[in-house]
């Protein structure tokens, strides 16, 4: 078996068991394996959108939960999308304002702000979290290995556009 079978199987076996204890969780888990999966095999995030959908359809109707794991995700995303932006010289406002946009407004730049410290400072489930140190490492890679001899400018459309598409919009 290749490594990346592996780990997909590894991690659906331990969505399987967590889903022993906590359905909800276990199926966003299996759902984020497999999304992974498909990615490091080469699937664009519009790809694995659809998956996104399905998760989000899930945590939605799962009672007890105040944000739904999936919007909560989303918004981990923006808030590492803030950080690499950061990283190439953008205020934190100028970065929130961009990526406020790339949501289709679906949060305004203060609220962006204020959920990037809450997230950062621990004050969010630990999913969302996870999903903010996750962005933030495949925003970081994407910069530093393929795409380090890409300009700037367009590697900020870049992770705008992935922004975008995590909330289901076609152009940032």
């Known amino acids: 078996m ?29 759902l984020g394996a497999v999304i992974h999966y498909l990615r490091e095999q080469g699937a664009t995030e519009g790809h ?10 899930y945590t939605d109707k799962t009672p007890g939960n105040v944000k739904p ?12 999308a803030i950080d690499a932006l950061m990283q190439t010289g953008l205020t934190e406002k100028a970065a929130s304002v961009d ?4 949501m289709g407004g679906a949060k305004t ?13 621990g004050k969010t489930r630990a999913e969302a979290r996870e999903q903010y140190h996750r962005a933030k490492l495949a925003m970081n890679q994407l910069r530093e ?7 700037v400018g367009s590697w900020r459309k870049g992770v705008l556009a992935m922004v975008a598409e995590s909330y289901g919009i076609k152009k940032a």
């Open 48 to 57: 694995t959108l659809p998956l996104m959908w399905l998760a989000y359809d």
């Open 145 to 151: 290995g393929d795409f380090a001899a890409v300009p």
């Open 109 to 121: 730049d203060n609220q962006l702000r204020d959920w990037r410290g809450n997230v950062r400072e």
């Open 2 to 30: 290749s490594g990346d079978i592996a780990t997909l199987l590894e991690q659906l076996e331990a969505a399987r068991v967590r889903h022993a204890q906590d359905k909800a969780a276990g199926a966003i888990d299996a």
């Open 99 to 102: 990526v406020s946009k790339a």
């Open 69 to 80: 794991l999936f919007d909560a995700g989303r918004e981990a995303i923006a808030a590492a």
